[in-house]
């Protein structure tokens, strides 16, 4: 059995014996009983003449072409979100320009599933920015995804978070944007721990107080409204918020560290799924969705429960550097053929890191190629001074 030197929890090197063996057959299957969306990552270009903490430059071939392999699997495109590091490096322009590509490879999926992310992330940051503002520039994301023949995924607003003075104000504006839309739209709650200038969204940082706020908007406006992602990392605050949502609203689960039960769910009602760790589980997913399907719960959990120990390692606190993980993920499997990022994110996590979520990937058989991942893994200590 091959065995590669990595960073073990005291910090230092030691072998490890590498697995490789997968546990879960692939899915033979691309039909669901449950909605599932993987926020897919983008692929930076290393060979752009550019300055990467500055502006984004995208290798485009190698970035539709994963999101063609999550079609191909069953899984939904959630576009442009925080997992494309949108707001980290990734600019609207450039954010439109991937929307309006991935509804184009969509078309060859019959029934694929695509979603974007409409924010407000045109807006500069000022001290003269206005509630009016905020309205305004989601009306232009709005109408640029729609016209673009895009569904919408309404994303929390960091101008607005900036801006707002009362929870009166955020009803004001997603009231406005909810009666234009043409089709119902998933409005998307994220918590500060993805993104801390989120704090007391809503209006409240009790998030018991914010879902109140939440939920009066989605009774109000339940007919344009899909359902709700929410990224709070809390299990016992979604179940309570889908057990509140009228019949017809879905819950999509945000919670990489829980999803597993939640998308399983219980007697009463279960969540889809809007999730970054399937972009980096995405076979393993779904096949775990086709066991689902088919009534078969234990396979179920026995292809994800694994998964969710290299979730958590990847969403760990700072959890917005989770980007990195999910890129490194890909790079192993073979989907791009570097580790750079937009933004140069790929430095926001440390080598020890990178070594524990090699083995936890390992345990959970989510290695394509098992040769190259270890291959590619070598490389990446050789880099950092270490034959492995």
Known sequence: MATIKLIDGDGKLAPYAIKGARRWAPATSTVFNRIAY????????????????LNAAIDWDATLRYRRH????????????????RGMGLDWPTSLELIRRSVEQAKDFP????????????????GKVRIDDVIAAYEEQVAAVEAAGGRIILMASRALAA????????????????RQVRQPVILHWLGDMFDPVLTGYWGHKDLDAAMDVCMSLINEYARNIDGIKISLLDKDKEIAMRRRLPGSVRMYTGDDFNYAELIAGDEQGYSDALLGIFDAIAPAAASALQSLSSGDTEAFHATLAPTVSL????????????????????WLNGHQDHFAMV?????????????????????????????LATRRMRQYMGIHGVEA
């Open 163 to 178: 801006v707002a003075t009362s929870p009166d104000d955020y009803l004001r504006v997603y009231g406005h944007i909810l």
């Open 38 to 53: 993987s926020a897919a990552h983008v692929v930076a270009d290393p060979f752009a003449q550019h300055d990467p903490w």
């Open 343 to 371: 933004g140069g994110q790929q430095s926001a996590r440390s080598l020890a890191h990178y070594c524990e979520l090699f083995r936890l990937a390992d345990d959970a058989g989510l290695f394509d190629d098992v040769e």
């Open 70 to 85: 999550l079609f191909s699997l069953g899984l939904g495109v959630a576009e442009a979100m925080d997992t494309a590091q």
């Open 111 to 126: 029934g694929a599933l695509i979603a974007s992310g409409v924010g407000t992330d045109q807006l500069q940051p000022s």
């Open 311 to 330: 979730s958590r390692h990847i969403f760990r606190a700072p959890t917005r550097f989770y980007k990195s993980g999910v890129v490194f993920m890909a």
